[in-house]
């Protein structure tokens, strides 16, 4: 039957469409960013392994009467998960349970303790605590591969750069194990200054913002907004502030931020002496 398709077919449609240069290469993405994209696909399967045994926290709980899911928006935050544990260690006094209570928790320490009265049955307990200790191990999985996306970030290039794109340091200590702050190690990317003159110039000879863009992978905002700049650094600008201008107003509200802290510190510390000092006062005018 003429015009059959099959795979044979196929293969030779390919070959002949590669041979004439028709067929575009496919996207191979560099050593390190395979390395980031299994780890980063291993962190999502950890987080599912620990929301399944959420879910088996919030059963238990359920089964005890236990009605905290109402009270608190999660219950693995700073007042559930202190509440939990407590649990698991043997507390029962609903009124000692809601002490847990974090001072940012919309609920009121009543609506917490009437939500802890339950039964706590002893399977229901047991339940609970295997689904907690699950539930920290693949915490701190999720741990153990944040640091290891944290060094693949560190050592990060980006070689269709030339160098010309710097990776701060990367700060694992303020990655929480709840929630990995991806955004920040994307944002603490910055394109230096030589990639953004280098920039300007081929814009200056000639080059369009969205064939540079496509290019060497910025955006076309960025390519106009380094242009601007640029000429507000040379004196042909719209009237907007150059580069020194702006480096120096920066300087300037961060020295006058630093003022009205220190003024705030030292009213504070001439409030307190006052008030210290007083009663001396009145006691030595007495006698």
């Known amino acids: 039957m003429p015009g059959r398709k099959s795979d044979v077919n196929d293969a030779q449609w390919l070959q002949r469409l590669h041979q004439y240069g028709l067929l575009r290469p496919s996207f191979r993405p560099s050593q390190e960013i395979v390395a980031l994209r299994a780890y980063l696909r291993h962190r999502e399967r950890l987080l599912d392994y620990a929301g399944a045994h959420i879910q088996h926290i919030q059963k238990a709980l359920t089964q005890m009467n236990l009605q905290l899911h109402h009270v608190v928006t999660d219950i693995t935050g700073a007042t559930g998960i202190r509440i939990i544990r407590d649990i698991v260690a ?26 802890l009265v339950g039964n706590y049955q ?19 999985q999720v741990a ?32 929480t194990q709840s929630k990995f702050a991806m955004r920040y190690a994307l944002c603490a990317m910055r394109y230096a200054p030589e990639f953004r003159q280098q920039m300007v110039e081929l814009a200056r000879a000639g080059r369009k913002p969205p ?41 300037l509200r961060r020295e006058n931020r630093q003022l009205r802290l220190e003024r705030e510190i030292l009213s504070k510390a001439a409030a307190w002496f006052a008030q210290e000092t007083a009663p001396n006062s009145k006691r030595s005018s007495g006698s």
């Not at 307990?125 to 701190?140: G, I, N, P």
């Not at 060094?151 to 303020?174: E, I, N, Y």
């Not at 905002?221 to 700049?229: A, E």
């Not at 042909?236 to 020194?244: E, F, N, S, Y």
């Open 144 to 175: 153990s591969c944040d640091v290891a996306i944290g060094r693949v970030m560190a050592g990060l290039v980006l070689p269709r750069f030339g160098g010309a794109f710097k990776v701060l340091k990367w700060r694992a200590s303020t990655m």
């Open 90 to 115: 043997g507390e029962r006094d609903p009124q000692r349970l809601a002490r847990h209570r974090d001072t940012r928790c919309k609920a009121s320490l009543e609506t917490i303790t009437k939500a």
């Open 211 to 251: 064939e540079l863009a496509k290019e060497f992978g910025c955006t076309v905002w960025s390519i106009k907004r380094w242009l601007k700049q640029a000429e507000r650094d040379a004196g042909r600008g719209d009237g907007g502030l150059t580069r020194a201008e702006r480096e120096e107003l920066s300087r």
């Open 122 to 140: 002893p399977e229901h307990v047991f339940a609970l605590t295997q689904s907690l200790e699950l539930y920290d191990f693949y915490q701190r």
